[in-house]
């Protein structure tokens, strides 16, 4: 019921945030975010020696990016990106001798700057492309179906796993059952509520996105599994941590958008 209750909550606030917040509080909204998962970065991944100390500093550098990307300009974006790497690899020069592994906490936060920032740089830039609102509502829902997809196939059908090493409880049928569900809840989000878009289109969309949503999942279960930790953290009561609700997004939205930019509908 806890995470059925957040889940409510969650979906509540990302639609009120779609449907009624300006650009500019999307974008800073969306910059609280990267600075709170950046926090759960860090606390998972910058823990050797001497790497607590730089984890605020870390966080500057690294959100950079999305402080940028108000612009909604690429170039400057990219600047952004060139700049919190070069910083990153100054911190490291400057405070060598303080850190008991200094080339694995440059690569740690140099990934950083692409996962969570630079993937979240990518939201406000589907917002202001054409329907980007509603692309980013059926974006949700698409990663939403296909993980309560993939849950209730996989305890009802599962039998093969998925990928063990990293996620023992997922299977190929509850990836099955979660893409399915991704093209259903989708057909009917566009049937009734965005007529606008191409339905066939649409659901072609969401079948790559859905597959997208799986490797999201299991790209943070990547990292959890190299930290040793459950969940990222305990900010949403029975979800876990900020990664562990977004996971499936950070790889779903930055998707959508360069699909859009190539392949316009």
């Known amino acids: 019921?806890?995470?059925?209750?957040?889940?409510?909550?969650?979906?509540?606030?990302?639609?009120?945030?779609?449907?009624?917040?300006?650009?500019?509080?999307?974008?800073?909204?969306?910059?609280?975010?990267?600075?709170?998962?950046?926090?759960?970065?860090?606390?998972?991944?910058?823990?050797?020696?001497?790497?607590?100390?730089?984890?605020?500093?870390?966080?500057?550098?690294?959100?950079?990016?999305?402080?940028?990307?108000?612009?909604?300009?690429?170039?400057?974006?990219?600047?952004?990106?060139?700049?919190?790497?070069?910083?990153?690899?100054?911190?490291?020069?400057?405070?060598?001798?303080?850190?008991?592994?200094?080339?694995?906490?440059?690569?740690?936060?140099?990934?950083?700057?692409?996962?969570?920032?630079?993937l979240l740089v990518h939201f406000p830039l589907l917002l202001a492309l054409p329907a980007g609102r509603d692309w980013l509502i059926i974006a949700a829902l698409i990663a939403v179906a296909a993980d309560s997809g993939a849950y209730y196939a996989g305890r009802a059908l599962g039998r093969h796993k998925l990928c063990p090493s990293l996620s023992p409880g997922k299977t190929v049928e509850g990836m099955v059952g979660g893409v399915g569900a991704g093209l259903a809840l989708t057909a009917l989000a566009v049937w009734f509520f965005f007529p606008a878009i191409n339905l066939l289109h649409s659901l072609a969309l969401a079948f790559i996105l859905a597959l997208a949503s799986v490797v999201g999942d299991l790209a943070e279960s990547l990292l959890k599994r190299g930290a040793g930790v459950k969940d990222s953290g305990a900010l949403l009561p029975g979800h876990g941590g900020l990664l562990d609700r977004i996971d499936s997004l950070l790889l779903v939205v930055p998707l959508l958008y360069y699909l859009l930019i190539l392949l316009p509908l």
Do not use: C, K, N
Request: hydrophobic share 65%; charged share 10%.
């Open 1 to 118: 019921m806890q995470r059925l209750l957040t889940g409510i909550v969650i979906g509540a606030g990302w639609l009120l945030l779609l449907l009624y917040a300006p650009p500019s509080l999307f974008w800073l909204v969306m910059t609280l975010l990267a600075a709170y998962a950046l926090h759960e970065y860090g606390a998972m991944l910058l823990t050797r020696d001497g790497e607590p100390a730089l984890r605020p500093l870390f966080i500057l550098l690294a959100l950079l990016p999305i402080l940028a990307a108000v612009s909604l300009e690429p170039a400057l974006i990219g600047a952004a990106v060139m700049a919190a790497l070069a910083g990153l690899l100054l911190l490291t020069i400057f405070r060598h001798g303080r850190l008991a592994d200094p080339s694995g906490f440059l690569l740690r936060g140099a990934f950083a700057v692409f996962y969570p920032v630079l």
